[in-house]
């Protein structure tokens, strides 16, 4: 089978790989779409944390299930999707039931090779049923469980204010579900385009331009001079998240959905003063998984909505590198495979 690895920072190439063979426990995907996230773009230029190379890239993926071992609710031919953070099952954080921040997790693309391949062998406790949704909503289910995975963090409350820092694809997500949970949400980035986006395509009332000196002062407009309650940051940028937490309100949380390498450098004299919880929000559960596929179903969520781009497989290398100039208005570009 074909595969395309990112062989180092910057550089892809098509190569020759053995198709999987169905093991114990293992489940085979025949790979119809692979979503490209901003891990892949952080991999490609060489900024992704947690990273070696050569790798294969992709972990929002959806195809045909093939044959699976030990998944006797799944079907030979049925559309699906999995969960692409593969867990050790006895550490303390899978025993509580965060399989997600596994002590030895190993990420489908980051970790492991990923899923820019025809065919993929997977856990098969990963699989989730397509439930009835395309192949495009499939491969997008797993970037909107992130934001939603950050929303039960912050647990959202309705009525409250939500600061969403950064309008990308996962930005968005975190937007939908934050709206979803019956928040008042702000949109924040450095982006003017990708704040139309928000107004146009998300229906955002309150958008903010990062840029602008008198952030803090819109921001207490906006919330009748309270602040918001709940920051998130899906930017993964260190002065982004540095600069964000003098916009909480007192008795505020502030949850990092965002990764970056560098050491967050807080005021704590600001920070203590308003009781502020600071949490971090890694990956997705099964239960968030759920949520969105039933949020798309239900037509809360339109997940087309985010897909600006869409490239043949074998078209990917030439065009991946143009995803990384914000000038090309790339929200989400959707790999087709096996057509």
Known sequence: MQTLVCTT????????????????????????RIGICGTDLHAFEGTQPFFSYPRILGHELAGELVEADGAPDFEPGEAVTFIPYFNCGHCIACRSGKPNCCAQLSVCGVHADGGMVEYLSV???????????????????????IGAHGIRRADVQPGEWVLVIGAGPIGLGVMEFARIAGGNVIALDINESRLDFCRNRLKVAHTVLA?????FDQLAAITNGDMPTVVIDATGNLRAINNSFQY?????????????KGEISVSHPEFHKREGTLMSSRNATRQDFEHVIASMKNGQVDPTTYITHRV???????????????ANGVIKAMIEVNE
């Open 9 to 32: 920072p910057g550089e892809l190439a098509y190569q020759s790989g053995v198709k999987p063979e169905l093991t114990t426990g293992q489940a085979i995907i025949r790979i119809r």
């Open 211 to 215: 840029t602008a000196p008198d952030v």
């Open 123 to 145: 856990p098969s406790y990963s699989l989730v049923h397509g439930n009835g949704l395309s192949f495009d909503e499939l491969a997008l289910v797993e970037p909107l469980s």
């Open 312 to 326: 043949a497989f074998g078209q990917v290398r030439d065009e991946f590198a143009s995803w990384l100039n914000p």
């Open 248 to 260: 909480m309100a007192h008795g505020a949380r502030y949850v990092l959905v965002g990764l970056q």
